[in-house]
Structures are given as structure tokens and as C-alpha cells.
């Protein structure tokens, strides 16, 4: 069979494609026909890599065509190329393909005698401070439960939550909370980190705009943390001299020792490298310094004991090392 054919003079608009596609049900043998046909750009080389004959192949692909009412594919003398609404649908094939590749690998370890499996996304300071404290002892104490955790910026955390990507959310400081169950578990402050030697150790308090003349230590690009940075040196005009990003608050105290430059970290990092790195911690005056944190739930009432657990533990760790909450 031949791959070419007319091209289509007018396309459809984006949202007659999502239109169409609300009632569509999907074969997944189609769905990764269609991704083998987008990356190899030809019907044939698809139809042999999925095991098919180009006959069999082209008839998927037309019926696909067919089910959705608009052209995804340019048929061309050399092979094909999608259109923009082929564009769409190979976004979301692969999205579909990668949720059914996630859910056999779930069945796959209950059938291994997992009992749970919950969803975490969280900041920057979580991942990357606390919950590295808090997991293994509830994994330990829980060996039939999974955490898949997640880092996100706080936004999306909540929309993780609410749109079911994410069955718990861990956020800090003043977010839409998108009308989720918000429950709060302890109170984060950021302050500066300097080398006990650097002009401003000597200092109690000092506001951020102060800092930006300084060479900065920061997280790593794109981290909650990071991100609300360099969103606060914007709004002053003046933007942060990074020298170096990191991947966690420690290895950016090192950096700070090492007179690289200074940091902004949690308060709880600060503190616990103060002695050992001989640094200097300055309280920040910018109201933002203080950040409320929450755990964000749809309905708690509905969770998982396993999730439920998981909870208690995080808020047990910060009334006081209460031991990691198990399931029965």
C-alpha cells in the first residue's frame, strides 16, 4: 500500500479536536502503533516494529482517522508526518501508554504481596529536607507499602491532588489550595547562611534586597524553593548571583563553608550544620521568611489506612519524633 496522498488545505481548530475525542475508546495496540508511526515518520517501518502487516497497519491508523473525524496524519511520497491534531494525539497516546505501563507494574507488585501505594508531591524543602528523616522509618515499619514521591512547585502540587495524580500534596507558604483539605503540620522559616567570617555574619536580621549584592549559593533550577527566589529578586530589580545550584540544602551549606558564597536555606538546615560547617545564620526580615506548611488531601475521610498512616507519621515527626504510624 502507498503512504501518499493529499494533504489537507484547512485544519481544524484545537478545540473541534478535544471535542471529538471525548467519546473515543482507545485499543492500546493503536495507541502505540500511532507512536512507533510518529517516530519513525513511516507506516511501513511502524507496521513491522509492532509486528503487523502495512495493510493491517494502515487500516489501525485510517480507523483511528475515522473514530476521532479529523486527519492526523500528512501522507506523503517519502512516508508521513503528523498534523496538528496528530501532534495532540500522539501527547496523549503517550501519556495513555505510560498510565497502563504504570498500571500493570502496580498489579504486578500487589500480585507480589504490596499492600499500598501512595503518591506524594511535594516542595523542594520536603523531598529534599524532612521527608528523607521521615520515610525510612515508616517504610520500615510498613515493608507492604510504596511511595512514589514526587518534587513539584507548590502549584502544581495542589493540582496534582486535585485532578487524582497525587493522593497526598506537601506545600509550604501562601498558595491557592484549590479548595482541598489543608492540614497543617509545622511552620518553616528561611533565614541566610553566611561563612562565620563574611560581613554580614556579625548581623541579627537582614532583608533579602540586601543580600543580592552578594554571591548566592542557590537550589537547583526549577525547585519550588529556587523558583520563589528569584520571583522576589525580580520584584526588587535585582537579580540573584548564583554561582553554583545544588540538589539539597546540606551540600549547599558546604558550598557556603567553603566561601563560595552565601545561602538561603530552611532554618532546620541551617541549624543543623551551623557547628559542623562553622556558619554564621541570619534571620531574614521579609514577612515571606515565614511559610506555613500543609498537607493537602481531596477527602482524608476516604484515603487509605496506608495513606492515612503516612500522614501521622509526617505529623508525628514534627510534634516531637512520635514513632512512624503503621497499617494493621
Known sequence: MHESGTQPSVLPKAGAFCASMGLMHFDLTDLRLFVLVAEEANLTRAAARQHLSLAAASARIKALEAQSGLPLLYREARGVRLTPPGEAFLHHARGVLRQADQLRRDLHDYGGGLRGHVRVFANTTAVTDFLPEVLPGFLAANPRVNVDLQEKPNA??????????????????????????????????????????????RRKRIAFADTLAEDMVGMHHGSTLQSFLELQAEKLGKPMKLRIQLGSFDAMCRMVSGGVGVAIVPESAAGRNLAAMKLAQIELTDEWRVRERYILVRDAELLPAYA????????????GGAKPSTVD
Open 156 to 201: 502544581e502540587i495542589a493540582r496534582g491532588v486535585l485532578d487524582g495524580r497525587a493522593d497526598i500534596g506537601i506545600v509550604a507558604g501562601a498558595i491557592d489550595q484549590l479548595g482541598l483539605q489543608a492540614i497543617h503540620f509545622s511552620t518553616d522559616r528561611l533565614v541566610l547562611v553566611t561563612p562565620r567570617g563574611h560581613r554580614f555574619a
Open 308 to 319: 492515612k498512616s503516612l500522614i501521622d507519621t509526617v505529623c508525628g515527626h514534627f510534634r
